[in-house]
């Protein structure tokens, strides 16, 4: 037998109609055939208008290398090379998703809303969990002690996007510097030869 073959014939459905007939048609063959589940939510594209997080140009002294596979290790942010207790600004407005140690490192996390988060560390906080941020607003201060930073203090600066996973653990690394607004991108400096690389 073949199907219906529609013709001129054919009446026309109000769409209500024909949501409410498809609906029907989906419920009887959901009992019989594996479902097949919607497909995965996908996030809105990341921005491109964040605000560079530190005073004064952005000086990357450590890329962004993320892993190939999630358990690899790599540089999932970048460091930014900047003077102990600098201000740190929130990039754009949203809230603080957390701030404090994780794993004995002091850490920063906003929530920026369509799943972008960005975090900080190592940081002293001047805001706390919950609080609503406003692009600008000094967030926090910088320390000392980021792991591998090759200049005296070195803000980690990392975003990620929200994969809709109830762990996060699928949660995709982005370079922050692809999201900051095109007159905030960064120049490059080699910290220990001051002067040179602007060539
Ligand atoms: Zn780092």
Do not use: Q
């Amino acid at each position: 037998m073949s199907p219906p073959t529609p013709t001129a014939a054919t009446p026309r459905l109000r769409p209500s109609v024909i949501a409410t007939a498809a609906a029907t048609v989906a419920a009887a063959v959901v009992a019989t055939l594996v479902v097949v589940p919607p497909a995965t939510a996908v996030p809105d594209p990341p921005r491109r208008d964040l605000r560079r997080p530190l005073p004064g140009p952005v000086a990357v002294v450590t890329p962004f290398d993320p892993p190939a596979e999630r358990w690899l290790a790599g540089h999932r942010g970048v460091d930014l090379a900047a003077p102990l207790l600098t201000p740190i600004h929130a990039p754009a407005g949203g809230t603080v998703l957390f701030a404090g140690p994780v794993g004995g490192r002091p850490v920063l996390s906003i929530d920026h809303g369509s799943g972008l988060r960005t975090t900080y560390e190592p940081v002293r906080a001047t805001v706390r969990t919950g609080d609503g941020v406003t692009t600008g607003d000094v967030v926090a201060h910088l320390l000392t002690g980021h792991a591998g930073c090759p200049v005296d203090s070195c803000l980690h600066w990392g975003a990620r996007l929200a994969s809709g996973g109830p762990s996060g653990n699928d949660d995709d690394y982005l370079d922050p510097l692809s999201l900051l607004a095109v007159e905030d991108r960064p120049i490059r400096l080699k910290p220990t030869l001051p002067g040179d690389g602007f060539g």
